[in-house]
């Protein structure tokens, strides 16, 4: 049974670009959360996604980041037209309704040039 | 607001020995789950160990153990018998589905 996986692992974008950034959850596993890890800190939650429903995006920036999950592929977390302060390290991580502990993927760095 | 709060930014410990993590946490939930993660330099965030708040026994996981004090929101990790393979970054981490963190110890072993 694969892991949670990203992709790509290595993102770089210019100022003013698209960052797509993906995950394929744990097989089975119908939630997906993204994290998000400004350098020298903890992970910060975003977004909590269930197949075609945001269930929480209490985390997310009102402007430019978008999250879904889609019935078929895996989830997407979109930032458009980034910025310098957008370069982090983004990270997936999923689990099934019953389970309490989410399983973490390797993270895409994100750097903006 | 929860919080999730990690005084110690870096902490060393020699090969063999033990060393102890502390974390502190502010929630608002009745029932969350505690964690700690091991970050080595890969970014793979892998779970250490796990306890239930309602639980009052302390987890154990191998050379892994926790002090878990509900009433004081402390939640500690102790390291017995240090491994090279453990310096890493460690954080601690409250929630239900999802998941508070620390600010992190960077943990350094010395052979």
């Known amino acids: 049974n694969a892991g949670v996986m990203q992709n790509p692992r290595h993102l770089v974008r210019r100022r003013g670009q698209e960052a797509r950034l993906r995950c394929s959850p744990m097989?089975?596993?119908?939630?997906v959360y993204w994290y998000r890890q400004l350098p020298e800190e903890g992970l910060k939650f975003m977004v909590y996604?269930?197949?075609?429903?945001?269930?929480?995006e209490s985390g997310m920036p009102k402007e430019r980041f978008s999250a879904e999950f889609p019935k078929e592929g895996p989830s997407i977390l979109r930032i458009q037209q980034v910025v310098r302060g957008d370069s982090a390290a983004y990270f997936c991580?999923?689990?099934?309704?019953?389970?309490?502990?989410?399983?973490f993927g390797q993270g895409t760095r994100l750097t903006v040039v | 607001a929860q919080t999730v709060t990690q005084s110690q930014p870096e902490m060393s410990v020699q090969e063999a020995e033990t060393v102890t993590l502390s974390c502190t946490y502010d929630t608002s939930e009745s029932d969350y789950y505690l964690f700690w993660y091991k970050q080595p330099p890969s970014r793979q965030m892998i779970l250490v160990i796990r306890q239930e708040a309602y639980k009052q026994q302390n987890a154990t996981e191998n050379r892994f153990s926790v002090n878990f004090q509900k009433a004081a929101k402390s939640f500690s990790l102790k390291i017995s018998d240090s491994q090279l393979g453990d310096a890493a970054m460690y954080f601690c981490a409250s929630g239900t589905y999802k998941y508070i963190f620390g600010t992190g110890t960077r943990l350094k072993v010395l052979a």
């Open positions: 097989k089975g596993h119908s939630h």
């Open positions: 991580a999923s689990s099934t309704p019953a389970d309490t502990e989410a399983f």
């Open positions: 996604l269930q197949k075609e429903n945001i269930i929480d």
